[in-house]
Nanobody
C-alpha cells in the first residue's frame, strides 16, 4: 500500500505561482505513472496532468496547458506540479494519484490517492 501526501497549497492572488508536492511512502513510486487531479466545490474531480513512470511523456488538460508543469524526482519518491499564472478558476482541492490502469484521464483508473491540498486563487 502506497501512501501519498500532498503539500504546497495555499491562498494566492491571480497571476501568482505555486508548486505542489506529492511525497510517496514507498520506493515502488518510481514504477508507476502519476496524475494530478483537482476538485472544486460542487464539481466532479477533473484531470489536470499526467506523467509516466520515467518522467516522460507528460500530458495536460487544455485548461492548464502552458501554465502548469508536472515533474517527478523518483530518487526522492516525489512528484511536483508547478502552477504559474494562476487564475480564480484554478481554485480547488488538488490531489495526486498513482498507478493508473486502463487510462489516465479518469479518476477511477488510479489506485492510490493522497488526501489533497487546497489551492485558492483570489481575483
Amino acid at each position: 500500500q502506497v501512501q501519498l501526501v500532498e503539500s504546497g497549497g495555499g491562498l494566492v492572488q491571480a497571476g501568482d505561482s505555486l508548486r505542489l508536492s506529492c511525497k510517496a511512502s514507498e520506493r515502488t513510486f518510481s514504477m508507476y505513472a502519476l496524475g494530478w487531479f483537482r476538485q472544486a466545490p460542487g464539481k466532479e474531480r477533473e484531470f489536470v496532468a499526467h506523467i509516466s513512470a520515467p518522467g516522460s511523456p507528460t500530458t495536460y488538460a487544455d485548461s492548464v496547458k502552458g501554465r502548469f508543469t508536472i515533474s517527478r524526482a523518483n530518487a526522492e519518491n516525489t512528484a511536483y506540479l508547478q502552477m504559474n499564472i494562476l487564475k480564480p478558476e484554478d481554485t480547488a482541492v488538488y490531489y495526486c494519484a498513482l498507478y493508473p490502469r486502463g487510462g489516465i484521464y479518469e479518476a477511477s483508473r488510479y489506485r492510490y490517492w493522497g488526501q489533497g491540498t487546497q489551492v485558492t486563487v483570489s481575483s
